[in-house]
């Protein structure tokens, strides 16, 4: 298992939830170091405080976490 990564991209899915100051988005896609790509279905749960987050809590089944390498 890969231990850093070059990047973390989250992408947006419709819809978004939204309470007062809590959020829930999904979707997750992280690039490795190594060239792999780990894709997951995820739940974000977060707490803003203005621009912020305060709290985040991810909800995941952890056997999404198996890298795979990038399509040729």
């Known amino acids: 298992m890969p231990t850093m990564q070059t990047s973390v991209q989250s992408k947006c899915v419709r819809p978004v939830f939204v309470s007062g100051d809590r959020v829930v988005i999904r979707i997750f896609e992280f690039e490795w170091l190594d060239g792999s790509v780990t894709r997951m279905e995820a739940l ?3 707490r803003w405080e203005g621009e912020r987050i305060a709290e985040e809590t ?11 390498r ?3």
């Open 44 to 46: 974000a749960s977060q």
């Open 58 to 68: 991810f909800f995941y089944d952890p056997a999404q976490r198996a890298p795979r």
């Open 70 to 72: 990038p399509a040729a």
